[in-house]
């Protein structure tokens, strides 16, 4: 598992690698509904783009903090990520917003450079800024203190989708709850939504084999679940109103209840672990 502890204002880093016992899912999973079916694609498509961007910025993070020799720069205020074809750029933004200093990550998460002379913004990297700080200000507080923003382009040029996803600094809590999706559009927030009711709690022990949660909010698994179990590097077993899915390296399936899995609700979502 791979954990990020870095916020806003101090970009810091921490990072830990618990192992985990991976589960598969039974081969004859049956076939989801078509409408069902394009909610999971989407899902797991945008759960591993924010894993690979969240990732790439606590890299950069760790990257920048190690070539400062610790000493955080007051000036900077944020960040956001820009995709390559071949990896990732995480830059860093002061108030203007400028750029201050930028860290590239390669498609396999390595950090492959670093640049610290301060430079202008595009007028798309802009615009990305200010839609994460629009966001900023317009969410509730997080649940764990700070929140770790991921911004991707919206439907069209006006518009931007901002993840607020809780930090967490403890290997063994996933924060599954708390999580935000604020669309922003020429610079005002829109459309917001929020994953679950309230701030939920997985414990993340090495001796466990997987998650297990129960999910009223939706009909099938969000790009949410997809995140954390990728961040965690742990299957998930989430259950719906329709049906309990299996998801593993990204990917999501629908499974036959199983009687050691047998999630009780609590406020929207519940929690237990499961052991295989």
Same mark, same amino acid.
């Given at each position: 598992? =791979?954990?990020?502890?870095?916020?806003?204002? $101090?970009?810091?880093?921490?990072?830990?690698?618990?192992?985990?016992? %991976?589960?598969?899912?039974?081969?004859?999973? !049956?076939?989801?509904? @078509?409408?069902?079916?394009?909610?999971? =694609?989407? %899902?797991?498509?945008? &759960?591993?783009?924010?894993?690979?961007?969240?990732?790439?910025?606590?890299?950069?993070?760790?990257?920048?903090?190690?070539?400062?020799? &610790?000493?955080?720069?007051?000036?900077?205020?944020?960040?956001?990520?820009?995709?390559?074809?071949?990896?990732?750029?995480?830059?860093?933004?002061?108030?203007?917003?400028? +750029?201050?200093?930028?860290?590239?990550?390669?498609?396999?998460?390595?950090?492959? &450079?670093?640049?610290?002379?301060?430079?202008?913004?595009? !007028?798309?990297?802009?615009?990305?800024?200010?839609?994460?700080?629009?966001?900023? +200000?317009?969410?509730?507080?997080?649940?764990?203190?700070?929140?770790?923003?991921?911004?991707?382009?919206?439907?069209?040029?006006?518009?931007?989708?901002?993840?607020?996803?809780?930090?967490?600094?403890?290997? $063994?809590?996933?924060?599954?709850?708390?999580?935000?999706?604020?669309?922003?559009?020429? &610079?005002? @927030?829109?459309?917001?939504? %929020?994953?679950?009711?309230?701030?939920?709690?997985?414990?993340? =022990?090495?001796?466990?084999?997987?998650?297990?949660?129960?999910?009223?909010?939706?009909?099938?698994?969000?790009?949410?679940?997809?995140?954390?179990?990728?961040?965690?590097?742990?299957?998930?077993?989430?259950?719906?109103?329709?049906?309990?899915?299996?998801?593993?390296?990204?990917?999501?399936?629908?499974?036959?209840?199983?009687?050691?899995?047998?999630?009780?609700?609590?406020?929207?979502?519940?929690?237990?672990?499961?052991? @295989?």
């Amino acid at each position: 598992m =791979r954990l990020t502890a870095y916020s806003l204002l $101090t970009c810091l880093l921490l990072a830990a690698t618990p192992s985990a016992h %991976a589960q598969t899912a039974p081969a004859d999973a !049956p076939a989801p509904p @078509p409408a069902d079916a394009a909610a999971l =694609r989407r %899902a797991e498509a945008v &759960g591993q783009r924010l894993f690979r961007l969240d990732r790439a910025a606590w890299v950069a993070s760790d990257t920048l903090m190690a070539a400062a020799r &610790g000493q955080v720069d007051p000036r900077v205020q944020g960040w956001i990520t820009d995709e390559r074809e071949d990896g990732i750029d995480v830059i860093y933004v002061d108030t203007t917003p400028a +750029a201050l200093y930028r860290v590239s990550v390669d498609a396999q998460g390595q950090p492959t &450079g670093l640049e610290t002379r301060p430079a202008p913004l595009t !007028p798309a990297q802009a615009a990305a800024a200010r839609a994460v700080a629009t966001a900023q +200000a317009t969410a509730p507080s997080a649940c764990t203190g700070y929140y770790n923003p991921v911004v991707i382009p919206g439907e069209d040029a006006a518009s931007w989708i901002v993840y607020l996803l809780p930090g967490s600094t403890a290997e $063994t809590v996933v924060p599954l709850g708390g999580a935000w999706r604020i669309t922003v559009r020429d &610079g005002q @927030p829109g459309a917001q939504r %929020a994953f679950t009711n309230s701030c939920i709690t997985l414990d993340n =022990r090495r001796q466990d084999g997987a998650f297990v949660v129960s999910h009223l909010l939706d009909p099938t698994p969000t790009e949410i679940h997809v995140f954390w179990s990728l961040w965690a590097d742990k299957p998930m077993f989430v259950t719906t109103s329709r049906g309990t899915w299996a998801i593993r390296d990204g990917q999501i399936v629908e499974v036959p209840p199983s009687p050691t899995t047998t999630p009780t609700a609590l406020d929207g979502t519940a929690t237990m672990t499961h052991s @295989p």
